[in-house]
Antibody, heavy 120, light 107 residues
Framework: QVQLVQSGAEVKKPGASVKVSCQAS????????INWVRQAPGQGLEWMGW????????NYAEMLQGRVTMTTDTATSTAHMELRSLTSDDTAVYYC?????????????WGQGTRVTVSS | EIVLTQSPGTLSLSPGERATLSCRAS???????LVWYQQKPGQAPSLLIY???SRAAGIPDRFSGSASGTDFTLTISRLEPEDFAVYYC????????FGGGTKVEIK
């Protein structure tokens, strides 16, 4: 069955960068995209961006442009999300989620989430 | 950016009652490309409805979605104990945006 397994929790200092990984299995990785979504403590869901696992095309949320980079490694069926210049506002659970089709669309399968804490 | 406004913020109901959740878009959503997710505490969201009214695989028929212009509705016909959760709408017609969520709690 489809599984998305994310890397473990991170604690970072303000100004640092974090890289979260998401290893996919149970489907043809390059046939779908990956969305990244975050959720601050007690808050709602925020879409961060999408990457095509087929060709690496990306579409980032405007508010994160310049600070986020999404990549994929087709050899290991893994997606990565790097966020730079962290502030306390970036403290959240970060989810990867497989799209329903190849393009930037809704999500049918989700990872378990990775908690990122930004604190001095 | 399409802004999705969900109401009410919290819905207090008893098991067996009907729940009606609203999601209003700030502008037209192309092809009614809107989904609903359910999220339980400590879990990732899970897909309920896509294309405004199509149930995802394995979703019981007490969940239904509808659309009228820029207004979208998720209806749970008879609440089961496992339905008490937070519900989010999300549009994918123009980029992607989420609504703020509606919490359905036990009265």
């Amino acid at each position: 069955q489809v599984q998305l397994v994310q890397s473990g929790a991170e604690v970072k200092k303000p100004g640092a960068s974090v890289k979260v990984s998401c290893q996919a299995s149970g489907y043809t990785f390059t046939s779908f995209g990956i969305n990244w979504v975050r959720q601050a403590p007690g808050q709602g869901l925020e879409w961060m961006g999408w990457i095509s696992a087929k060709n690496g095309n990306t579409n980032y949320a405007e508010m994160l442009q310049g600070r986020v980079t999404m990549t994929t490694d087709t050899a290991t069926s893994t997606a990565h999300m790097e966020l730079r210049s962290l502030t306390s506002d970036d403290t959240a659970v970060y989810y990867c989620a497989r799209t329903a089709v190849a393009g930037p669309t809704f999500m049918t399968w989700w990872g378990q989430g990775t908690r990122v804490t930004v604190s001095s | 950016e399409i802004v999705l406004t969900q109401s009410p913020g919290t819905l207090s109901l008893s098991p067996g009652e009907r729940a009606t959740l609203s999601c209003r878009a700030s502008q037209s959503v192309r092809n009614n490309y809107l989904v609903w997710y359910q999220q339980k505490p400590g879990q990732a969201p899970s897909l309920l409805i896509y294309g405004a009214s199509s149930r995802a695989a394995g979703i019981p028929d007490r969940f239904s979605g509808s659309a009228s212009g820029t207004d979208f509705t998720l209806t749970i016909s008879r609440l089961e104990p496992e339905d008490f959760a937070v519900y989010y709408c999300q549009q994918y017609g123009t980029s992607l945006t989420f609504g703020g969520g509606t919490k359905v709690e036990i009265k």
